[in-house]
């Protein structure tokens, strides 16, 4: 699955460029150690959100989202619990397919839970049949100031 690098601001959550060294967005200075692997979303074509009739605050709200399958939890951010989606595509629908729904799913359940992203995601063929895919992981959401 394509993945990208982006450096997670601890401060106020932007995903920055892999080699930015200050917050593009806040300017708090940036390590290695911001770096996260995330699955590219939202405004990424080669990931269309298909079947979601979104409103321009949520197109928003969809591209700040956090979506990685590390195991780190970003700075700033605590786990919210387990979540699970199935892909429901006909059986003999291409993968693709079922990506896009899959990921379709993801969005809609991450937005109307109000969760900041999902990290640790793992993603399955469902049974023998490889067109229909489950995927689970954690939601983020903010953690408290301290
Ligand atoms: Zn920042």
Redesign the pocket.
Known sequence: MKQVTQRI?P????ANGATANF?L????ALTAANDFQVVPHGTDLSFPVTGLDLTTAERAQLRHLIITMSPTIPTGYQSAGPIFVESAVAPQASQLAAWENLITHLYALLLTRHYLGAVHLQIQPQSADSSQLCLYGEALTAAPHS
Do not use: N, S, V
């Open positions: 601001c401060q106020c959550g932007y917050c967005q806040c300017g708090a």
